[in-house]
């Protein structure tokens, strides 16, 4: 291990623990460190235009075989490159929360398939592994060794008394923080569960319990991972008194995490996730990426939604200049969907407390529904909105013409594929999948809504059914794609300004300052037809949308929901940057 990581790690762990047994735990860590790094395949590092990244459970699409062999079929048949990352949803044995309480980090479920079939995954794919390390399911050994007395697990786990006031903890669901659970010395231990009874927090301020962690995130990377993205990373280090959110403590064991990774598999990324306020979310990059290489652009989806419902783009424009480039080596990953709800936190600040409601509103009114946070006070917030992204995008109790209901969709899913950053999709949007009704019912959990599976047999033929709704949306999201990947202009570090040009327009220009490609993305988010001038430098020659080929100059006319991508033209005149 080279000494400068060695310095780094006891220099991280001294702000965390203080000076006592720092050296000690440093040099475990470090000793643990260099014992995987021989284990890792060194692969390549970095993105680029060609990058994009598929969210799905491994049975998501089952099939005849072990689901995660199917899938890797399925993905490899139709989409080839198109995606480059996979993020399997945890695939981990569980006992609840659809994989988010897990009992054996180190394990696959066997109705999945197995290691060889996650790393036969690996090789045509980047796998995103789940690092869900806030907790673990009260099923695992690390709670029951803990209950059990075992020494091997002393301190694993915050136990509190009742009555301790945990009123100032920040708050994400309507459940109690402490529940009780029977040891084997006969007493009552009350755990800080930050999420429900079955997912006990584990805890950091015990030095074993951030060795161990270690020990798995380098066994994510010694399995293939090459991105583990970090499961509600926020609520990691508690102290009583604070909201136990985003505390110092929890950006350096982050800091730490990602020094570790440095040190034995440079190629992984992490990815955190932080489901807040933008401003909060941002501060998960650290200075200029040393802490997080990626984190989601959770404000995007729920103003997708906003600009599409009212047909105007002003809140996502304004909003959107907020979006900077960070570094060579972070970026955003740009998310409409995922397995969870649509994030409302991220709204505040954004929308007034009226246009919020307004939201909540139609999500009740498209069959979803709304989760709550429980505030300090006792009242509820919305937490998050419970419906497909597609029947966010359109009304399931008035549909349009089919046409006009995929076009709605493509627009809100070229923004992201668009935008500066990576463009993630779930396995859901990618073919139009609307509510899952009978899935809440028969789960009884508001999430249900968006996790149906999607059996392999009957997904084929809906894909090669002519007009099929799934076959337009996957051909429409695959053009998207296909555009994305032959422009260096998509690259995530190349630049973008956010334009103003018309209410109904969300438009801004990417520019790759490398090879001087610069690409005018105008999406509109109307039912009425749009014709704008174009700005300078793009009016100066003859521009061609590389989504039609179509040649324009001066002026151009966007129909209903249509996307114009315009490149400027060979033998045009030069373009000012």
């Known amino acids: 291990m080279a000494a400068d990581f060695l310095a780094r790690f006891e220099e991280r762990l001294g702000r965390v623990y203080g000076a006592e047994k720092v050296r000690e735990v440093a040099l475990r860590l470090a000793a643990l460190t260099e014992s995987y790094r021989e284990k890792i395949s060194a692969r390549p590092a970095g993105w680029s235009e060609r990058d994009a990244l598929l969210i799905t459970y491994g049975d998501s699409i089952p099939g005849d075989e072990p689901p995660l062999r199917v899938l890797h079929h399925f993905l490899r048949q139709r989409l080839g490159k198109l995606i480059s990352y996979v993020h399997l949803l945890p695939f981990y044995p569980f006992t609840t929360d659809d994989g988010f309480s897990v009992v054996d980090f180190r394990a696959v479920r066997s109705d999945l398939g197995s290691w060889e079939d996650v790393e036969a995954f690996s090789r045509d794919y980047r796998l995103v592994f ?83 962690i270690a020990d798995v995130l380098l066994f994510y990377a010694a399995r293939g991972a090459a991105m583990v993205r970090l499961d509600a990373i926020p609520y990691l280090w508690k102290k009583l008194g604070t909201s136990c959110a985003h505390l110092p403590e929890t950006h350096e064991l982050i800091k730490l995490f990602r020094d570790v990774y440095d040190a034995a598999a440079p190629h992984v990324a992490l990815l955190t996730e932080t489901n807040v306020p933008h401003y909060e979310n941002t501060a998960y990059f650290g200075n200029k990426g040393d802490e997080a290489q990626m984190i989601y652009n959770f404000s995007l989806a729920p103003l997708i939604v906003w600009s599409l419902y009212k047909g105007d783009a002003g809140k996502l424009t304004e909003w959107s200049r907020q979006i900077a480039w960070v570094s060579p080596h972070a970026t955003y990953l740009n998310i409409t969907a995922t397995h969870d709800g649509i994030g409302m936190r991220p709204t505040e600040g954004i929308l007034s407390e009226p246009e919020r409601k307004e939201l909540v509103q139609l999500a009740f009114d498209r069959n979803g529904d709304m989760t709550g946070k429980r505030n300090a006070d006792g009242s509820v917030a919305p937490y998050e909105l419970n419906l497909s992204y597609f029947d966010a995008i359109n009304d399931p109790r008035h549909p349009a013409a089919q046409e006009t209901e995929v076009r709605k969709f493509l627009v809100s899913q070229a923004i992201p594929i668009a935008m500066m950053g990576i463009p993630g999709i779930y396995v859901h949007s990618l073919f139009g999948s609307r509510n899952d009704l009978e899935g809440v019912k028969r789960t009884g959990r508001a999430r249900s809504i968006n996790r149906a599976q999607l059996p392999a047999t009957e997904l084929a033929a809906d894909l090669e059914r002519e007009g099929g709704l799934r076959r337009e949306v996957f051909a429409g999201i695959k053009r998207l794609l296909e555009a994305r990947a032959a422009h260096s202009a998509f690259h995530p570090d190349a630049r973008q300004e956010v334009l103003s ?77």
């Open 130 to 212: 789940d690092g869900v390390v806030n907790h673990v399911s009260a099923s695992s050994r690390y709670v029951r060794g803990y209950l059990a007395g075992d020494p091997a697990f002393r301190d694993f786990c915050i136990a509190l008394p009742q009555e301790t006031d945990t009123s100032s903890v920040l708050r994400t669901r309507n459940l109690p923080l402490l529940h009780d659970y029977p040891a084997a010395d006969g007493s009552t231990r009350w755990l800080w569960t930050t999420f429900s009874r079955d997912q006990v927090d584990l805890n950091f301020s015990n030095p074993e319990v951030l060795l161990e």
């Open 501 to 577: 040009l018309h209410p109904a327009l969300f438009a801004f220009r990417r520019v790759n300052l490398e090879t001087g490609e610069s690409v005018l993305a105008l999406h509109n988010v109307s039912a009425q037809t749009v014709e704008i001038g174009l700005p300078e430098p793009e009016a100066a020659g003859r521009m061609r949308d590389i989504l039609t080929g179509e040649s324009l100059a001066r002026r151009v006319t966007l129909g209903p929901y249509q996307v114009r991508w315009l490149l400027k033209e060979p033998g045009s005149s030069s373009v000012e940057h």
